[in-house]
């Protein structure tokens, strides 16, 4: 049975063009026949002809030249999109008029297809044709427009859905812009993955419908392409407007009434940014071909449209559209027309504001130097100098927070350097810059967070993996075509120092030596970005890719705008960390106010840890107020029936059964120094931690030791991580990802003057000073991996942790990495700092204790070629004894001496230097030399 599908309305006798189409369907063949009548009432016929195989086409084409006003032709064409499922005609399909139309289609379809086209009365730019058996229609009435939906069975259940959403849509933009151009609205399903509006229906891709943000936002774009697209028409020849209107109509709006208008034109910004590498104005975007067209079509001329609200205030932008639409709805509207329009209509001189934005290419780009506060004679004022890049003109908002309140203002400007002075009459705490991103503008460098885009366009990018992943990750330099492929053995630290890198496997082998905790569950697909610690203009990245996700990635331009994503049952979820807006200078912060409660005594102390199971009792390693201080926290616990395990700094773990063995007695002080290496370990006189070890044995309290083999610190500090060979010494995780950390101990590094290298010696090792923070994070792991270990295993142990201060200072050391690993709660207790952080707590001395030094021969030694005296000190017990320059002392009162910790620790036990034996070798000669 034929469908006849027929619009002879009265408007149809005042319709200047018409177009009637006749289709009569081979399906099995794919085949169209065509039969055409048009008509043109007023002019001679516009119609382009080739590419159709038309009967009589040249006799057609001669009544063109003379001018005709009717043409009735016919062809047929093989079209792959029809066949018996689905028919979809959308370009290239019948002979285009170069003017609106009124269409009319006519098929030979049976009755059970369900066939979609521009059903309207209306003139419009083309036709369209849809046509399939499998559609399941449901539809709805709203103010006289019949809404439907044509979905296939998979996604009926959805229909409530989208005409609901429908119907709110066209309520909103019913108030916003005018009264809906047509008499219908269809919501069509479509094989393919699309997202087109044509006039009175959208045709969306089956994949995406039970996407959220289709419904939440790209329905209700499609929606609003019925008024401006569809109703009024642009002409893209001379610059398509509509796409970059409607994003900021229906996009942009939908973010301003969710509170999230600044991170989306943030987001536009790095759209930009990301994907334009070949710039164009404005006015030259015809459609959309790729990234960079849509960049400059869709996301710049939106900004343009959204300063244009703010420049002329939001009721009078939408008073203007409101009026355009109702003048010229069924009507070509040109970029020069709209601009007129609003030119004439807004009463302003908008003229260089489209010339500059419409017709010239760019964006501000600006930066501001020289900004200075004063005071003069009763009033605050703030100079600053600004340079642009290229100039522009434009007001730039400025937000001035002052003590009584917050002041914003807009500065004009138009040159490319200008001087400019603002006044106020509070005091000026800071000045932001177009905090609001109000301005088409580059970023300034402190707004950029880390996405996924800059990866993309990352040049020097190396992709580290292991070589057994290699399969895994076959395909990945086509997801980065810029990136070379480094095997992790084969990475060096001035790859990671110039460059970008990109850890492919999550358990990848230097992964945990850069970034370990991640804390993205491994069943997932994730990539992921930080900065990179050594180089803030690069990146650190990883991807961690499951086999039967990998397809996934190839789609990562859709993501650019993120820092991670991480996909799971074909769930995607997206995270981006907040980055400041627009460029803030401070002058001073309020005053800042803390109030010192009554002091709690130290005995006291258990009642402000609370609960905390790791506790941080920092110290300066010299003072020995501070381990008195240390001893009264383990003795305060203890009381209050803590079970307490003392964790020290001063022990190296390999000598846990040395502290052992002392603590429960099996061996004396001499025994114990001796066999923990103390002073071969730890330079400092043993006293500083005596009365700690005493009453850890007199109450049989467990010590260990916490401190990693100092040679391999050492070992880090000369060659850097990469560059170590027995791995399986260092720590299982080192975290380099705090970059503050890093700036932190560059200062000690600078102010110490390390140099990377053993026994003081210069280098010229250009990376001293990133290997210095390499070994101080080997420091931190490895201790800190020792807490974690020990508290998995005594989970009801209190750990009360005695380390020197700059291993916990704003809790970057020890602490962050102890708790990022067991969520134990925690407390850091300072000795006499004058700041620490929140909840931390300060220990503030008055009275200085000193201890006694162990005596000293009075000679200089060189260590590194036997216990050799090279020098003697006038009136010392050396001279006194009769030692020389190039002696080789062997024994000390009897016992042998085999280097400096051996000779530190007898010392130790020396009370004085009467009746004290040495043993030494001169010339080769053994002799003995006693004291009296």
Request: with cysteine.
């Amino acid at each position: 049975m034929k469908a006849l599908l027929l619009f002879l309305l009265p408007l149809f006798l005042y319709a200047k063009c018409t177009y009637d189409l006749n289709l009569d369907f081979d399906l099995k063949q794919q085949t169209l026949k065509v039969n055409a009548n048009v008509k043109q009432s007023e002019k001679s016929l516009t119609i382009n002809l080739n590419g159709f195989n038309i009967k009589n086409k040249e006799a057609l084409t001669k009544q063109l030249l003379n001018g005709a006003n009717h043409l009735q032709f016919s062809y047929t064409l093989t079209n792959k999109n029809i066949n018996q499922d689905f028919i979809y005609l959308l370009d290239n399909w019948y002979p285009k008029v170069n003017e609106l139309c009124m269409y009319t289609i006519t098929t030979n379809l049976p009755t059970i297809y369900k066939t979609i086209f521009e059903k309207t009365n209306k003139v419009i730019s083309h036709a369209t044709f849809i046509a399939s058996p499998n559609y399941t229609v449901h539809s709805k009435e709203y103010n006289h427009i019949t809404i439907s939906t044509y979905f296939f069975k998979n996604n009926t259940l959805l229909a409530t859905k989208y005409l609901n959403k429908t119907i709110d849509y066209i309520k909103l933009y019913e108030k916003l812009i005018g009264k809906f151009p047509f008499k219908v609205f269809n919501i069509v399903e479509n094989h393919a993955t699309t997202g087109y509006s044509l006039p009175t229906y959208t045709l969306v891709g089956s994949y995406l419908l039970n996407k959220p943000y289709l419904l939440n936002q790209s329905l209700g774009h499609e929606i609003l392409h019925q008024y401006f697209g569809n109703a009024i028409f642009s002409d893209p020849r001379k610059g398509n407007y509509a796409e970059g209107l409607v994003t900021h109509l229906a996009d942009n709006y939908y973010k301003k009434q969710q509170n999230k208008q600044i991170q989306n034109r943030k987001n536009s910004l790095l759209q930009f940014d990301t994907f334009v590498t070949k710039e164009y104005p404005a006015n030259q975007f015809t459609h959309r071909i790729d990234k960079n067209s849509m960049a400059i079509g869709y996301t710049k001329v939106a900004y343009i449209f959204d300063m244009l609200e703010e420049k002329l205030g939001t009721k009078k932008f939408f008073e203007i559209l409101q009026s355009l639409y109702k003048e010229k709805a069924f009507r070509l509207v040109n970029l020069e027309d709209l601009t007129n329009y609003f030119q004439n209509h807004s009463k302003e001189d908008l003229e260089p504001f489209f010339k500059q934005w419409f017709y010239k290419e760019g964006r501000v780009q600006f930066q501001v130097n020289n900004i200075k506060k004063s005071y003069h004679r009763g009033s605050f004022k703030i100079t600053f100098t600004l340079q642009q890049k290229e100039p522009f003109s434009f007001e730039l908002p400025l937000e001035i927070k002052t003590y009584d309140g917050t002041i914003n203002k807009k500065v004009h400007i138009s040159k490319k350097e200008q001087e400019l002075t603002v006044h106020m009459k509070s005091e000026p705490l800071s000045i932001s810059f177009d905090n609001k991103l109000s301005l088409f503008r580059t970023l300034f460098k402190e707004e950029y967070p880390l996405n996924i885009g800059a990866l993309l366009k990352e040049k020097k990018l190396l992709m580290v993996m292991d070589e057994k992943d290699q399969s895994t990750y076959k395909n990945i330099q086509k997801i980065f075509p810029h990136g070379k492929i480094v095997f992790s053995k084969d990475l060096k630290f001035s790859d990671v120092k110039n460059a970008s890198v990109l850890f492919l496997n999550q358990r990848n082998t230097l992964l945990q030596h850069f970034l370990p905790r991640l804390n993205i569950p491994k069943e997932s697909s994730f990539l992921t970005l930080r900065t990179n610690t050594f180089n803030t203009q690069k990146l650190f990245a990883v991807l961690h890719s499951q086999p039967k996700l990998q397809r996934s990635f190839f789609m990562l331009k859709h993501y650019a705008n993120y820092q991670t994503i991480i996909i799971k049952d074909k769930n995607i979820v997206k995270k981006l960390d907040a980055t400041q807006n627009g460029f803030t200078h401070t002058f001073s912060q309020q005053p800042a106010v803390s109030i010192i409660k009554k002091p709690t005594r130290i005995n006291d102390i258990a009642k402000e840890i609370g609960d905390a199971k790791v506790i941080y009792a920092t110290e300066s390693h010299t003072n020995m107020s501070h381990h008195l201080n240390q001893l009264r926290i383990i003795k305060a616990l203890v009381d209050t029936n803590k079970d307490v395990t003392i964790a020290m700094e001063m022990f190296q773990k390999p000598f846990q059964q040395a502290l052992d063995d002392y603590i429960a007695n099996k061996t004396d002080l001499n025994t114990f120094l001796k066999q923990s290496q103390y002073y071969k370990r730890w330079k400092f006189n043993y006293d500083y931690y005596k009365p700690i070890l005493d009453y850890a044995k007199a109450k049989n309290i467990k010590v260990i030791g916490i401190n990693i083999d100092r040679k391999i610190v050492r070992e880090v500090n000369k060659k850097g991580l990469l560059h170590i060979k027995e791995k399986s010494k260092l720590p299982n995780k080192i975290d380099q990802s705090n970059i503050t950390y890093k700036n932190n101990l560059a200062k000690i590094f600078k102010e110490h003057k390390f140099d990377g290298t053993e026994h003081g010696k210069k280098t010229t090792n250009p990376y001293s000073k990133e290997f210095f923070f390499q070994s101080q994070l080997v420091w931190d792991e490895a201790m800190a991996e020792n807490i974690v270990n020990y508290t998995k295993k005594h989970p009801k142990k209190t750990v009360v942790v005695l380390v020197g201060s700059g291993h916990v200072q704003n809790h970057y050391g020890i602490p962050a990495r102890v708790f990022e690993d067991t969520k134990l709660p925690y407390r850091v207790i300072l000795n006499n700092v004058v700041q620490g952080l929140e909840n931390d707590i300060i220990l503030r001395n008055t009275n200085e204790v000193k201890i006694k030094e162990s005596p000293k021969l009075g000679v200089f030694l060189s260590i590194y070629k036997k216990l050799t005296v090279t020098d003697v000190i006038k009136d010392s017990f050396g001279e006194k004894v009769g030692l020389q320059k190039d002696d080789v002392i062997l024994k000390f009162n009897k016992e042998a001496v085999h280097e400096l910790a051996d000779l530190k620790r007898l010392l130790y036990f020396l009370d004085s230097f009467k009746n004290v034996t040495l043993t030494i070798k001169r010339n080769n000669e053994e002799l003995t030399l006693t004291s009296k």
